[in-house]
């Protein structure tokens, strides 16, 4: 069955780095676009980044522009966000999102708290 499994939150202090790992099982993982959303308490969840299946074209949400970069590895069937200089604002449940056509497929989330 389709899988998405995220990694690599935890409690980190400002201006500190984390990488999250999504792994991916179940479903063609390079034909389908990528995504990282996050959801702060009390609030909607939002997008943070998105890479596409044909050509890794990336897009940020303005927030995260020049802090997080999202990647991919096809062969490992895994999404990947780095995050440098993060911020209390950047606190939250991560989750991973796999897009293609009428099919959209979510992760449990990863929680990410940054303070110090």
């Known amino acids: 069955q389709v899988q998405l499994v995220e990694s690599g939150g935890g409690l980190v202090q400002p201006g500190g780095s984390l990488r999250l790992s999504c792994a991916a099982s179940g479903f063609t993982f390079s034909s389908y676009a990528m995504s990282w959303y996050r959801q702060a308490p009390g609030k909607e969840r939002e997008l943070v980044a998105t890479?596409?299946?044909?050509?890794?074209?990336?897009s940020y949400a303005d927030s995260v522009k020049g802090r997080f970069t999202i990647s991919r590895d096809n062969a490992k069937n895994t999404v990947y966000l780095q995050m440098n200089n993060l911020k209390p604002e950047d606190t939250g449940v991560y989750y991973c999102?796999?897009?293609?056509?009428?099919?959209?497929?979510w992760g449990q989330g990863t929680q990410v708290t940054v303070s110090s």
């Open positions: 890479i596409t299946s044909a050509d890794g074209s990336t």
């Open positions: 999102n796999a897009v293609r056509g009428g099919f959209d497929y």
